[in-house]
Structure formats: structure tokens, C-alpha cells
């Protein structure tokens, strides 16, 4: 059964740092593309991150320049580097790989920055 499984969220200070990490099993990440969403209490899931098939990065304009998406196909990996960390970056963030496969989620963790 394909799988991703995030990890890497914790409580964090403003200014702080976070590196996510996504596992993906029984999905091929070189045929997908992946990215990055999070969801804050009370409000819409909203993208965050793009990683594509062709290793071309987007970013929403909220985190551009702290975070940082990049990933390890052969490992079926997936990584967010969050740096100067805000109070409004707390949310559950989750990750997402589709195409000709399917189109898989993650469960989600919890990262909550506050001091």
C-alpha cells in the first residue's frame, strides 16, 4: 500500500529552526510530483512548497526565503527546512506526491512555534 509518512514536528521558538522529513514507500518519487501543505486551526489547508519531477522549487510568498523544499528520489524522500520560524507558521503540515500513480498524503505533524 503506498504510503508517506511525515516526522520532524515539535514546539519551536520564534526565529527557531525545523527540518521535515517525508517517507514515501511503494511510490516511485522520480515519476511524481511532490509538495508541501499546511493547515492552521481554523483555516483552509494552503500550499506551501513544489518540488517537481524536474527538481524545479515554488514557494507561497508566505514562507519564500525561510523554507527550503528539497528532496532524495532514490531514497523516496522529501524535506522541508524551516528557518526564522513565526507563530503563524504553526499548523499541521503535510505532504503530497502524485501523478500516473495516484495521488498520496500524508497523515500529517504538528509543528507549533511560540515562545
Known amino acids: 500500500q503506498p504510503q508517506l509518512v511525515e516526522s520532524g514536528g515539535g514546539l519551536v521558538q520564534p526565529g527557531g529552526s525545523l527540518r521535515l522529513p517525508c517517507i514515501g514507500t511503494?511510490?516511485?518519487?522520480?515519476?511524481?510530483?511532490k509538495a508541501w501543505y499546511r493547515q492552521a486551526p481554523g483555516k483552509s489547508r494552503e500550499f506551501i512548497s513544489l518540488l517537481s519531477r524536474d527538481g524545479v522549487t515554488e514557494y507561497a510568498s508566505a514562507v519564500k526565503g525561510r523554507f527550503t523544499v528539497s528532496g532524495d528520489n532514490a531514497k523516496s524522500s522529501l524535506f522541508l527546512q524551516m528557518n526564522d520560524l513565526k507563530p503563524d507558521d504553526t499548523a499541521v503540515y503535510s505532504c503530497?506526491?502524485?501523478?500516473?500513480?495516484?495521488?498520496?498524503w500524508g497523515q500529517g505533524t504538528q509543528v507549533t512555534v511560540s515562545s
Open positions: 511503494g511510490i516511485d518519487f522520480s515519476r511524481a510530483a
Open positions: 503530497r506526491a502524485w501523478g500516473s500513480q495516484g495521488d498520496y
